[in-house]
């Protein structure tokens, strides 16, 4: 394995432990605001479903451009 290979692999596991973590940090927290009786739920989650879909949304688009860095790398060298 290259160089290049291991460090795209070591990145995306990265990225997809961080994507993890995140997401179920998030989850966690909406399911304990949804039984604490001081937290209104509309405002709450109002307030966290831009930071979260922006979160996806970013982790998802790095992890597929570096899917197509991949793909258009082994094209190169296909062709060479």
Request: glycine share 6%; charged share 20%.
């Given at each position: 394995?290259?160089?290049?290979?291991?460090?795209?692999?070591?990145?995306?596991?990265m990225?997809?432990?961080?994507?993890?973590?995140?997401?179920?940090a998030?989850?966690?927290?909406?399911?304990?605001?949804?039984?604490?009786?001081?937290?209104?739920?509309?405002?709450?989650?109002?307030?966290?479903?831009?930071?979260?879909?922006?979160?996806?949304?970013?982790?998802i688009?790095?992890?597929s451009?570096?899917?197509?860095?991949?793909?258009?790398?082994?094209?190169?060298?296909?062709?060479?």
């Amino acid at each position: 394995m290259e160089t290049k290979e291991k460090l795209t692999l070591w990145v995306t596991l990265m990225v997809s432990t961080t994507l993890c973590i995140s997401v179920l940090a998030m989850v966690v927290s909406f399911m304990l605001g949804l039984w604490a009786k001081e937290v209104d739920n509309a405002e709450i989650f109002k307030m966290i479903s831009p930071a979260f879909s922006t979160l996806i949304g970013g982790m998802i688009g790095f992890l597929s451009g570096i899917k197509l860095m991949q793909n258009d790398d082994s094209k190169k060298d296909s062709k060479c």
